[in-house]
């Protein structure tokens, strides 16, 4: 299948409109959706480019080759005066005389030169209306570029969006994204912002929600990495920007050698090899809290199915061993049950699958600031945390009751307990 025939155009020599058809068919064939597609049309692209270079080099030579009739009454005279007359007439035609292709003075005016002659200084150029369409486009490119870091800007104001990929698309849908320059440039703005954000988004500055938004995810900075080529320049980022801040990017982007993507941005091309799967959690646009009541109902569940399955035998261990009466040996098999909840519940709302029985039947998740499982030093915390809130009793309650969902011991620890049915339900719904 010929290259034309993949980006949709006829055969051209414009670059311009190489890129642009390429721009389009950019669109339908993204790499993380389509890598094979991709492939072809990258191919097809930097193919239709060397046919469109090929074609204009062609024109330049048969434009700048040098006139002959000159060269060629010299060297007639060179000759005239070397070589014998006997060897000069068989190339004369009888009784007409040499006819040599000179121009003449009306061909001279009549005919212009197919190319001009370099302006000489104090001249005025004649390629003005090229440079007036240079600049016009150049200002086109500047205005797309204005626009584009201005729709960045507008989607870092929604900390609780900036995580879903399908929000930046938009970069890869710039004409321009392709031209090297502007790729560059925009790669770098973007970065810069990028950076600030995780930056501010971990020293925690500021107040409110600004306090507790989120960073910029893995999944968004791994598809901008291919799209402006930031792990393949990151000696020339580490010189413009503050290592702190190169490194608030480019340590989220460390990856084991066998994940990485060896395509360097979509402008350097190179061959496309399918990277292993990863799970990657499902994020959401909007979550809600669990509910204080909720929760209680869940905490009663998750203990009273450990005692079932834990405190009722430790209870018979005590009896047997210790002698005591079932009402003693009970009491003591209860508290067993509740240490054995707050370790067993540690491990469960750290695990891949962020619930505990009874909160998994309700419907909720342990997560952290960041939508993010928590991690286990987090997770021991968040338990200590919920035992030093435990000796306030209906002080703490009463407390509780004005926070939505969002409980002490939640926030001591920087976790959310999130309704995670409830928020994809309605995720879904708004989807539909």
Not at 307 to 327: C, D, P
Not at 332 to 356: I, N
Not at 361 to 373: E, S
């Amino acid at each position: 299948m010929s290259p034309w025939a993949i980006l949709g155009i006829e055969p051209c020599d414009d670059p311009r409109a190489i890129k642009r058809a390429y721009a389009v068919q950019l669109k339908q064939n993204r790499p993380d959706e389509k890598p094979e597609a991709f492939q072809q049309l990258h191919s097809a692209y930097k193919h239709a480019l060397k046919l469109a270079e090929a074609g204009a080099s062609r024109r330049e030579v048969r434009a700048e080759k040098p006139v002959e009739p000159l060269l060629d009454v010299t060297t007639a005279e060179t000759t005239d005066a070397t070589v014998p007359d006997s060897e000069m007439r068989p190339s004369v035609v009888a009784d007409e005389p040499p006819v040599l292709p000179v121009r003449s003075e009306t061909d001279t005016l009549s005919a212009p030169e197919p190319e001009a002659p370099a302006p000489v200084v104090g001249e005025v150029a004649v390629a003005a209306p090229d440079d007036g369409d240079e600049d016009a486009a150049r200002q086109l490119r500047i205005d797309g570029y204005h626009r584009v870091l201005e729709q960045v800007e507008q989607t870092l104001q929604d900390p609780l969006r900036v995580h879903l990929e399908s929000r930046w698309h938009f970069l890869a849908e710039s004409p321009y994204m392709l031209e090297e320059e502007y790729n560059w440039n925009l790669g770098i703005a973007v970065f810069e912002r990028f950076a600030r954000f995780n930056q501010a988004a971990l020293e925690g500055k500021g107040k409110g929600r600004e306090k507790n938004r989120t960073v910029i995810t893995d999944n968004v900075l791994a598809w901008c990495d291919q799209l402006f080529g930031w792990s393949g320049s990151a000696e020339s980022y580490y010189e413009r920007f503050d290592e702190t801040l190169a490194d608030s990017i480019f340590d989220r982007l460390q990856t084991d050698a066998g994940d990485r993507d060896p395509t360097s941005a979509i402008r350097g091309g190179g061959k496309l090899v399918r990277q292993k799967a990863r799970v990657v959690q499902e994020r959401l646009e909007h979550y809600f809290f669990g509910g204080l009541l909720g929760r209680a109902l869940a905490v009663i569940l998750d203990i009273g199915l450990i005692h079932l399955l834990i405190g009722v035998l430790a209870t018979a261990v005590i009896m047997k061993v210790t002698g005591q009466t079932e009402s003693d040996a009970t009491f003591f098999g209860v508290l067993f049950s509740g240490g054995a909840y707050l370790l067993l519940s540690w491990l469960a709302e750290c695990s891949q699958w962020q619930t505990t029985p009874g909160k998994w039947l309700l419907g909720y998740r342990v997560m952290d600031r960041n939508f993010q499982r928590v991690g286990y030093l987090r997770g021991l915390w968040r338990t200590l945390s919920f035992l030093l809130t435990v000796p306030t009793l209906k002080v703490g309650w009463f407390i509780n009751c004005f926070l939505g969902g969002n409980l002490l011991h939640d926030r001591m620890s920087r976790t959310y307990v999130v309704n995670y049915r409830k928020s994809r339900e309605e995720y879904l719904r708004r989807q539909a």
